[in-house]
């Protein structure tokens, strides 16, 4: 493959041995993002499955290798065994038949999972361990960190290998969002334009501290998160997904006077500006989690 595609810095930096098996790889995915968007199928699922042979030319070393295997063979046979001239004579076409199949073409297979692991492992590093959506540090497994289709496959199939369309999201984040269309968006064989994503957050197009605000807070008993929205993008980004993700944490602790705090929550993601409120929220939730 002599032109560069979507996945080249991806395959550049996928762990394997030889260029010859990162271009091998490219060209895959290739395969794979090009029959989804002509034929409008999700090919996520079935590049997990997938298992394609990948044949390598034998090393020139193996000849020698082999020779040499032969006669440390031969003379331990000599030595130790003396075993007769019939045997022999089949291990000799036993080691012919070895350096023949080394000049020969060697397969080995390339698995689905091995490359859905690079490219999460990728994506993950470019949002330097946190989930694109809540901004939380997510640990090192694939049901915690799940690759987000920010188009989902369910509507969009097109775009389920796009590298644009492809995030990393805490299991959280990833549930809650499911299967929602955050844009009304027609599908087609080429990605939207970013002007086309507005009044919701799109993480390859928003910078996300230009458009959420966030503070965490956590004591030895307690922690929770609180997001602001600055602009139309962020605030719908806190009312649609983020507002239920800081609920559904603070439900596994919270006592019968957390009810107002949640309240709070929600009118807090809603507000334009919301710093100059953050420290009278702080202070009335302390009240009721430290009496």
């Known amino acids: 493959m002599s032109k560069t595609s979507e996945f080249t810095e991806f395959c550049k930096v996928i762990k394997c041995k030889g260029r010859a098996k990162q271009l091998f790889i490219e060209e895959t995915l290739c395969h794979l993002n090009e029959r989804a968007i002509k034929e409008g199928v999700n090919v996520w699922d079935e590049l997990y499955k997938l298992k394609a042979p990948y044949k390598t030319k034998g090393s020139k070393g193996n000849k020698k290798t082999n020779k040499e295997n032969k006669e440390n063979k031969e003379n331990k046979e000599n030595k130790e065994n003396k075993e007769n ?3 022999k004579e089949n291990k000799e ?3 012919n038949k070895e350096n023949k199949e080394n000049k020969e073409n060697k397969t080995s297979y390339i698995e689905g999972p091995y490359i859905t ?3 999460r492992d990728y994506l993950i590093k470019q949002q330097d361990n946190r989930c694109c959506y809540c901004k939380r540090y997510i640990l090192n ?5 799940q690759v987000e289709h920010i188009l989902p496959v369910k509507h969009y199939p097109r775009f389920s290998l796009t590298m644009k369309n492809l995030a990393v999201a805490c299991s959280e984040c990833n549930s809650h969002k499911g299967d929602k269309k955050w844009w009304k968006i027609k599908e087609s064989s080429v990605y939207p334009d970013s002007s086309l994503f507005k009044n919701a957050f799109h993480h390859h197009f928003h910078e996300y501290d230009e458009h959420v605000r966030w503070f965490r807070y956590t004591t030895n ?3 929770f998160s609180i997001y602001g929205g600055l602009t139309n993008e962020g605030r719908a980004l806190c009312q649609t997904l983020l507002n239920k993700v ?3 944490e603070i439900s596994l602790i ?3 006077g957390m009810s107002e705090a949640l ?3 929600e009118e807090h993601n809603t507000l334009i500006k919301p710093l100059p409120n953050l420290e009278a929220f702080l202070s009335e939730l302390r009240q009721k989690i430290m009496p």
């Open 263 to 265: 309240k709070k929550i």
């Open 93 to 95: 076409n036993k080691e």
């Open 221 to 223: 008993e307690f922690s």
């Open 117 to 119: 692991k690079a490219l």
């Open 254 to 256: 919270r006592d019968d």
């Open 85 to 87: 001239k019939e045997n």
């Open 246 to 248: 800081v609920k559904a």
């Open 141 to 145: 497994s694939s049901w915690v960190r």
